[in-house]
């Protein structure tokens, strides 16, 4: 197994990449702190379940990204374990399409809330963890979005870009402390979020691509499960695109 004995964090576990990600890593051993907003007891029995078929240990952490109190109290619960942290991978994320004309400030502030600022101070606490021990791994999901722009997508390519420079100062700066930092950029991948897409537009990106279909979710988890493990021990300050091919 790629990832036996090690601890992750993961955020967005209530669906798609977060959720294909918790199984795929509690498949590979690894013991999980399973980030949500709001717990509910289908999520709860869904990870009771999930631990006790691959023999791990999975423990569920809610916080607000809209609330820096809840952020901290998070980190807060999941240091008082005082289980050394080898893995965060920050997944949570929102879009609010429009295009640029009407993009409204409220839409700009509350997405680069959401997918950058609160994931770059869960990670400032979550690295302290890893100091301790001089090692560790941390994962952004970014979007081909964050690399080549996408009209009606203001706002969310720019948090996405956002992520990537980020994920690029934080590995250079992180190294010496033993820590790796990459990003993966999904392209379309079959999700609640991409449900939503106009036909015109997914057919657009899907014909683009040198595999035209769908990603799946657990397409993307596998690609970080690879990152994350010693497998990926040399790489860091990387933007992997899991996206089809798109644009190749």
Avoid at 83 to 94: E, F, H, K, T
Avoid at 120 to 148: E, H
Wanted: overall charge neutral.
């Amino acid at each position: 197994m790629l990832l036996a004995g090690k601890t992750a964090v993961i955020t967005g576990c209530l669906q798609g990449i977060g959720k294909s990600t918790l199984i795929t890593f509690a498949r590979q051993g690894a013991n999980l702190f399973a980030c949500i907003q709001q717990g509910d007891v289908a999520f709860l029995t869904f990870i009771d379940e999930l631990a006790e078929e691959h023999g791990v240990t999975i423990t569920p952490v809610c916080f607000d990204l809209l609330d820096d109190a809840s952020i901290k109290q998070a980190a807060m619960t999941i240091q008082k374990t005082k289980q050394p942290i080898d893995i965060l991978v920050n997944v949570a994320g929102v879009t609010m399409d429009a295009l640029f004309p009407m993009v409204t400030m409220d839409q700009l502030q509350k997405t680069f809330s959401i997918n950058f600022f609160s994931q770059m101070v869960f990670t400032q606490y979550i690295t302290r963890l890893m100091l301790r021990n001089k090692r560790g791994c941390i994962l952004n999901i970014a979007s081909i979005s964050g690399v080549d722009g996408n009209a009606g997508q203001l706002a969310y390519s720019a948090s996405k870009a956002a992520m990537i420079a980020a994920t690029k100062t934080l590995s250079a700066e992180l190294a010496p402390q033993g820590i790796r930092v990459n990003a993966v950029a999904p392209g379309v991948i079959q999700t609640a979020m991409t449900e939503n897409l106009p036909e015109s537009v997914l057919s657009g990106k899907l014909s683009a691509a040198a595999l035209p279909r769908l990603g799946l979710a657990e397409e993307v988890a596998k690609t970080l499960c690879w990152l994350a493990s010693d497998a990926a021990s040399y790489v860091t300050g990387q933007v992997i695109r899991v996206d089809g091919g798109i644009g190749h």
